[in-house]
């Protein structure tokens, strides 16, 4: 193994829930919106009325803005849980992943700062000094 690969051999399953639960529950606004639309449309064309296919689509394509991301992060996350549990078995089994550092160490180099000490934040002082 060279100095600069590091040995992943886990992962925590909780990160990629909640990876998979965000990214799902952004689908399900898509879709949401999607249905907000399409519902709207086919209540104005139902109901001959502009204003009451209106009324009557957006009070069922609101209620799906809220409900679908939810349901869809619920799904998202259990599925990701699995996903994580799942890779975490075979990460064990095959020994790990090796992971190349040189891009990371060489990004904070170009920023001033040495490879693991962080960049000071706008104000916040940060002191070095080590207690003995």
């Known amino acids: 193994m060279n100095e600069r690969e590091v040995m992943v051999t886990g992962i ?15 689908i399900g606004l898509v879709v949401s919106i999607m249905y907000l639309f399409s519902g709207t449309i086919a209540y104005t064309n139902a109901t001959d009325s502009l ?5 009557m689509g957006m009070t069922i394509g609101a209620l799906s803005l809220f409900v679908l991301p939810v349901v869809y992060f619920a799904i998202g996350w259990l599925i990701g849980y699995v996903n994580g549990f799942v890779f975490n078995l075979v990460l064990r089994s095959s020994g790990g992943v090796a992971l190349d550092v040189a891009g990371a160490e060489e990004k904070t180099m170009q ?6 000490q962080d ?6 002082r940060i002191d070095h000094r080590r207690d003995k």
């Open 12 to 26: 925590k399953p909780s990160t990629v829930a909640m990876f998979e639960g965000v990214f799902g529950a952004i």
């Open 111 to 116: 920023g001033g700062y040495p490879a693991g």
């Open 119 to 124: 960049a000071q934040v706008f104000g916040e």
């Open 51 to 55: 204003i009451q296919g209106l009324l």
